[in-house]
């Protein structure tokens, strides 16, 4: 049974950091990438970041560079989403997702196949 649980959300103030973890099971790790989502009260479900499990490369959306880091651990099956210098705009429900599609990296939910139960994220002002 594929499954992707995530963890380490919660309420920060801002500037503050969190680190989200994505554990996943039941696949091959090796064939996919893992992406981070988020989704807000009222809006669309949009990309944040996401690493190819095959060679390591990230990606970043526009509204998290320089902010937010993902790195993966594939002996453990585990990615990692450190985001630091948060702001009230990145208060959301955090998804990660495994994408087995050659465009993974364009962070479009449907390029993915699986998907975690989300971990809430509140950054207060």
């Known amino acids: 049974e594929v499954q992707l649980v995530e963890s380490g959300g919660g309420l920060v103030q801002a500037g503050g950091s969190l680190r989200l973890s994505c554990a996943a099971s039941g696949f091959s790790f090796d064939d996919y990438a893992i992406g981070w989502f988020r989704q807000a009260p009222g809006k669309e479900r949009e990309g944040v970041s996401c690493?190819?499990?095959?060679?390591?490369?990230?990606y970043y959306a526009d509204s998290v560079k320089g902010r937010f880091t993902i790195s993966g651990d594939n002996a453990r099956n585990m990615v990692y989403l450190q985001m630091n210098s948060l702001k009230p705009e990145d208060t959301a429900v955090y998804y990660c997702?495994?994408?087995?599609?050659?465009?993974?990296?364009?962070?479009?939910?449907?390029?993915?196949?699986?998907w975690g139960q989300g971990t809430q994220v509140t950054v207060s002002s």
């Open positions: 997702a495994a994408g087995s599609s050659t465009y993974y990296y364009t962070l479009q939910d449907f390029d993915y196949d699986y």
């Open positions: 690493i190819s499990s095959s060679d390591g490369s990230t």
